[in-house]
C-alpha cells in the first residue's frame, strides 16, 4: 500500500512539472484555436491586449531603434524621454487593432508576420494549419516562442505567468520591415436584377 501511494505521489508530481513548463505552448496553440474559432470570449483571456498594444505601436514604422530596449532614465536621460516621445500614439498613430483581430492573431501564430493584418480584412481567407512555434526562451514566470514563414523571418510571441498554470501574451515582436497597408473594405455588390 504504501509503495502504490509513493507512486501516486510521484506520478502527480511529474504531471505537475511537465503541465508547469508546457503551459505555454498549450496557451500558443489555444491562442491559435481561438483566433480560428473566432472566439473573442477565449482570446480576452489569453491575451493582455493592452500589453500587446503597447508592444506594437513602436514597430508599426519599421524604425530599428523600436526592436532596441529603451534607454533608462538614470543612464541616458534624453535618450529616454526622446523615445517616451517618439512612441506617443499622438504624434505617430499606428494601427495595431489590425493586428488584434482573432484571424489577425492566429495568423501570426503561423508565422504571417506583418502580412497578418490583411487577414482583418472584411473577406479574408483565414489560414489553416501552420508551423509549429520554437522555444526562444523559457523560465519561471515567462516564455518566448518564435515561428518562422517560409523566408526565415520570425515573429516572436512573450507570455508572462499569471498563475501556476496561466500564461497570457503580452508581447509580439514582428518581423523587421514596414507593416503593409490594410486593404480598403470592398463595397458590397449589389444585388442583379
Known sequence: MGRLLFNLVLTAIVVAVISFFAAPGVAFFAIRSAGDANDAAALSRLVDFGAVRQSLRPQMGGDPRAFQ?????????????????EQNPAVRPPDVEA?????????????????????????????????????VYWGVNGARMAVADEGGSRTVFTFARKGPFEWKLVHVGLPEGVAPPTPA?????????
Not at 529603451?70 to 524621454?81: H, K, R, T, Y
Not at 473577406?123 to 522555444?135: H, N, R, T, V
Open 69 to 85: 530596449p529603451a534607454p533608462s532614465f538614470l543612464e541616458d536621460p534624453i535618450g529616454a524621454v526622446r523615445r517616451q516621445l
Open 99 to 135: 493586428y488584434l483581430t482573432p484571424r489577425a492573431l492566429a495568423a501570426l501564430t503561423r508565422g504571417e508576420g506583418r502580412l497578418a493584418s490583411q487577414r482583418s480584412a472584411p473577406g479574408a481567407e483565414p489560414a489553416m494549419g501552420g508551423p509549429l512555434p520554437s522555444p
Open 185 to 193: 473594405p470592398r463595397p458590397a455588390a449589389a444585388p442583379a436584377g
